[in-house]
């Protein structure tokens, strides 16, 4: 884990999540959802870039073990690794965007810069 946030979840569901969320995440470039989540989603969808860059087939294959569909693989080996080729690093923003009607959570967009 990235993290201590334990999101109020159990390890394999809380991991089955962020994967998920990390999936969704770089398949569309941007996600709203809460602040914690956000938190723990950009370590990982960072790491994920990190390995697209190096492009490896081990690299890819950790990538498959995570990320849940293989065109988001594609996708981030494929074009987000040339995207961030010079840039080491720092792949997301969070902004936050008040808080969400109803249960009053932080809300934020994480984006991918």
Do not use: C, H, S, W
Request: net charge positive; hydrophobic share 40%.
């Amino acid at each position: 884990m990235p993290g201590t946030r334990k999101l109020g979840k159990p390890t394999d569901q809380r991991m089955a999540m962020l994967r998920q969320q990390v999936t969704d995440f770089l398949a569309n470039g941007r996600m709203e959802t809460t602040v914690t989540r956000a938190k723990e989603i950009a370590p990982l969808a960072e790491n994920m870039i990190t390995l697209g860059k190096k492009n490896t087939l081990a690299t890819r294959r950790r990538a498959l073990a995570f990320i849940t569909r293989e065109e988001v693989v594609v996708k981030v080996f494929d074009e987000l690794a040339k995207t961030y080729a010079d840039r080491n690093g720092g792949y997301t923003r969070i902004t936050r965007i008040g808080p969400r009607r109803g249960d009053a959570a932080e809300m934020a967009v994480i984006e991918l810069v």
